[in-house]
């Protein structure tokens, strides 16, 4: 078994909140020189920029994952992850179709721009990708999952768009592949405090809207090599593999 270093929660350029030096060439020069392995590019509502950045990163040994940090109706935030470059498009239809058409003021929000490996700019969003999406939480996770992608609530411990902070408990019929934690939170804490037992993986990760938040933080992944068959794995611990937060 080998030990991965992993960030699931990336922002781009493409989320109105992230700093416009969340580039696809700074990204991965920043996750190589932390010594990640893995990271996971989620922005807020939408997956466009992941495919250039999987692109990049294929020589650098840096494991590229598509995705993206939904908020749901409930404004539930969940990263939403995929294998392949189908399975993001599918779930980016889905995206569009749910998605308000609420136009985004850049002087306001942020601008929401995809670019290029030369940082060209060749696409803009123009709805505003911070809006709470027209569908539940349980739709959500059922076409995650329809999708063969991994569903994963994130930052349960902060006050504000969390599972529990909206919703106020987990619900029964809702699977979960793990739950994110905010890099400040203590792990033994937050599962005394929402009485979240080891049979329940958590994650640690950055949530980085900046350069200087990307890298500190991480999980490790205990599997046998990098791919998405591994990670779900890791984080349904099955076969041996497993997480860790050892940060």
Known sequence: MKKYKADLHVHTVLSPCADLDMSPDKIIQRALYHGLDIIAI???????????????????????????????????HALCLFEDDYSRNEFQKFLDKHLPAIPNHPSYFGYQVVVNEKNEIIDEVESYLGSALKVDLDTIEKKVHQLNGLFIPAHIDRPI??????LGFIPPDLRLDAMQITSHASEKEVRRQYDLHEERSLIKCSDAHYPEDFGKTFTTFHIHELSFQELKWALLQ????KVSIDV
């Open 42 to 76: 989620t922005d807020h509502n939408s997956t466009r920029q992941c495919s250039i950045i999987r692109e990049m990163a294929k020589d650098t040994g840096l494991f590229v994952v598509n995705g993206c940090e939904v908020n749901s109706s409930e404004e539930v």
């Open 161 to 166: 768009n969390s599972i529990f902070t909206q």
């Open 238 to 241: 099955k076969n041996g593999r």
